[in-house]
């Protein structure tokens, strides 16, 4: 079992920068791939951002390609989002989660979510 939760979410300006966190209750790395998904209201849940679970390979999602940043910190078991030059419409719940494929970057199926943090982007 592996909790996750996430953090630093917020309300910014478009052009505005956070950066999010995601802190594993166990050691993830290596035995779990990564991802970050967003969901905004009446929308399905979609992917943004993940690492393989070797941690050598990371995928972005086309919206999100050049301006968000995925990286972790095994020795905290946290992972991280930094998200720079943000949108009106990156505005969502951002979703950590936690599988044992060798990468995300699909909703379905997947082992373990946390319970999401808010990012309000406004205009």
């Known amino acids: 079992q592996v909790q996750l939760v996430e953090s630093g979410g917020g309300l910014v300006q478009a052009g505005g920068s956070l950066r999010l966190s995601c802190a594993a209750s166990?050691?993830?790395?290596?035995?779990?791939?990564m991802g970050w998904f967003r969901q905004a209201p009446g929308k399905e849940r979609e992917f943004v951002a993940a690492i393989s679970r070797s941690g050598g390979s990371t995928y972005y999602a086309d919206s999100v390609k050049g301006r968000f940043t995925v990286s972790g910190d095994n020795a905290k078991n946290t992972w991280y989002l930094q998200m720079n030059s943000l949108k009106p419409e990156d505005t969502a719940v951002y979703y950590c989660?936690?599988?044992?494929?060798?990468?995300?970057?699909?909703?379905?199926?997947?082992?373990?979510w946390g319970q999401g943090t808010q990012v309000t982007v406004s205009s």
């Open positions: 166990r050691r993830t790395f290596s035995n779990y791939a």
């Open positions: 989660a936690a599988d044992r494929r060798l990468i995300i970057t699909t909703a379905s199926q997947v082992d373990y």
